[in-house]
């Protein structure tokens, strides 16, 4: 058995879930409502005030979706209760973001600012001028959105400046040295 798989997925007060047909999962909570279409062979029920996910067979394919799939159930839960925050910062001298309602405007060494338009259910926040934070109901699209971000411009290895997740580490290389 799965080992992710086979763990209920509990359902908080003021989360409804609606598993309809063609195994189509609709989760309702405060924040928002997500979908999610199940493959055929993963059976979705309703106890107890949980969600457990069954699979058909043994098979290699049957394992790995079943885990899948019950891993994404639990992440909407989550996602229309708490929500999902991703961080970044901003190194470099004069690196720094600003967020207005729905748009990001970054400057970051460019001869001009880069602006990022928020997709729905994603806001922006700047708590500082190097401080991103990407929040949201849905996990992958926010963690999608802050990968784009850090595109942008990666951190580099020499002088660590560019835009990193929180908490990342930059594995930092010595720069050369002359020869006499």
Do not use: W
């Not at 109901?137 to 802050?146: E, M, N």
């Amino acid at each position: 058995m799965s080992r992710i798989g086979k763990l209920p997925v509990p359902l908080p007060s003021g989360v409804s879930v609606d598993i309809g047909a063609d195994n189509l999962v609709t989760v309702k909570g405060p924040k928002g409502t997500l979908v999610q279409q199940v493959n055929r062979d993963i059976t979705v029920r309703q106890e107890n005030g949980q969600l457990v996910l069954t699979r058909p067979t043994d098979n290699k394919p049957h394992k790995a979706m079943h885990g899948l799939y019950r891993a994404l159930i639990n992440n909407m839960v989550t996602g229309v209760t708490a929500g999902f925050t991703k961080g970044l910062e901003l190194v470099g001298t004069g690196y720094r973001a600003q967020a207005q309602g729905k748009k990001l405007t970054i400057n970051i060494g460019f001869s001009h600012p880069v602006i990022m338009e928020a997709p729905e259910n994603i806001a922006f926040e700047t708590p500082a001028p190097t401080k991103i934070l990407v929040k949201g109901i849905d996990k992958q699209q926010v963690g999608s959105l802050a990968a784009d971000i850090r595109a942008i411009r990666k951190p580099e290895p020499y002088l660590g400046k560019g835009i990193k997740y929180e908490g990342e580490i930059i594995r930092r290389k010595e720069g050369k040295t002359g020869k006499k």
